[in-house]
Nanobody, 123 residues
Framework: QVQLVESGGGLVQTGGSLRLSCAAS????????MAWFRQAPGKEREFVAA????????NYADSVKGRFFISRDNAKTTVYLQMNSLKPEDTAVYYC????????????????WGQGTQVTVSS
């Protein structure tokens, strides 16, 4: 069974940090680009970051560049999102996804999704 399981969300103050984790089944992890998306209430799901299969290439949304960092540990089949200097506008449900290319930012083009983890940034 294909599985992506996120963890690490929570409540943090403006300027704080959180690290999200997404544990993936081995069959997914070895064959897919891994990415993070987010969806705020009343808004569409949006791309946050993606990392290539080897971890050598990354892609970030402009809104998070320099603050968020995506990485993957292939031995642990886990992808991470380190979020620093958090802002209230970062509040959303964050989803882990598996897809084909690191440059793809369209949610419908990703093949597998986790259940999401809530991140709330208080002002």
């Amino acid at each position: 069974q294909v599985q992506l399981v996120e963890s690490g969300g929570g409540l943090v103050q403006t300027g704080g940090s959180l690290r999200l984790s997404c544990a993936a089944s081995e069959r997914i992890f070895s064959n897919y680009v891994m990415a993070w998306f987010r969806q705020a209430p009343g808004k569409e799901r949006e791309f946050v970051a993606a990392v290539s299969r080897t971890g050598g290439f990354t892609n970030y949304a402009d809104s998070v560049k320099g603050r968020f960092f995506i990485s993957r540990d292939n031995a642990k089949t886990t992808v991470y999102l380190q979020m620093n200097s958090l802002k209230p506008e970062d509040t959303a449900v964050y989803y882990c996804a598996a897809g084909g290319r690191v440059t793809i930012t369209t949610p419908r083009l990703y093949d597998y999704w986790g259940q999401g983890t809530q991140v709330t940034v208080s002002s």
